[in-house]
């Protein structure tokens, strides 16, 4: 296990609707990364997080969202849920000392269905 | 864009040695990862190559050529547990400074009895 939590494991929505998945970091860890991996094909980063503020992030739309806070916990919020929205989502820590991150412990996963 | 390419299947002898190849077509390369991620499973970190040449790590072998745009994964002795699926992926530094890491689908490797 590499320490690093989700919440919930599963979850079920419906389109337009709004969601917001959680993710503990590994003790000691401050950059948090989330990515959505659809069923068959690799992970794709949404965002990372360093010290609470944006650090990176990919070709998702401005209808997610995320926020780091101060114990380095992290949330990853997505507004009017599409059906193409479903998907494993996962967060992963590491400890950056500058702004890039190397060796990502990864959480086992938020699995979410939008109908 | 940026582009990374695995085989998507590959089965292979208990036993026997295996490698999985990557190429990757990126800007702002800054160097390779490789994970492991078992059937609805979080992905697990393996290798991490950032100079050019093999890294060995038990059972597990990594190689970059960063001239060519190519990696592989050498795994030895496979075991059943290897089955898996390997994922490649290249972190890329953005020019705006920050640094997004580039999966591939993932290679699903199957190992026989």
């Known amino acids: 296990e590499t320490g690093v939590t989700q919440s919930p494991t599963h979850l079920i929505k419906t389109r337009g609707q709004q969601v917001t998945l959680r993710c503990s970091s590994q003790s000691g860890h401050n950059t948090v990364s989330w990515y959505q991996q659809a069923l068959g094909q690799g992970p794709q980063f949404i965002f990372q997080y360093y010290r609470e503020e944006e650090n990176g992030r990919g070709n998702f739309p401005p209808r997610f969202s995320g926020l780091q806070f101060p114990n380095y916990s992290s949330e990853l919020n997505v507004n009017a849920l599409e059906l193409d929205d479903s998907a494993l989502y996962l967060c992963?820590?590491?400890?950056?000392?500058?702004?890039?991150?190397?060796?990502?412990?990864f959480g086992p996963g938020t699995r979410l269905l939008v109908l | 864009g940026q582009n990374i390419d695995q085989p998507t299947e590959m089965t292979a002898t208990e036993g026997a040695i295996v490698q999985i190849n990557c190429t990757y077509q990126?800007?702002?390369?800054?160097?390779l990862f490789w994970y492991q991620q078992h059937a609805g499973e979080a992905p697990t970190f393996l290798s991490y190559?950032?100079?050019?040449g093999l890294e060995e790590k038990g059972r597990f072998s990594s190689f970059l050529s960063r001239s060519k745009g190519y990696s592989y994964l050498l795994l030895k002795e496979l075991q059943m547990k290897d089955s898996a699926s390997y994922l490649c992926?290249?972190?890329?530094?953005?020019?705006?400074?920050?640094?997004?890491?580039?999966f591939g689908r993932g290679t699903s490797l199957i190992v026989h009895p």
């Open positions: 992963a820590s590491s400890l950056a000392s500058t702004s890039m991150s190397v060796t990502q412990y």
């Open positions: 992926a290249a972190l890329i530094q953005t020019p705006g400074g920050s640094y997004i890491p580039t």
């Open positions: 190559n950032v100079l050019d």
């Open positions: 990126t800007s702002g390369f800054n160097g």
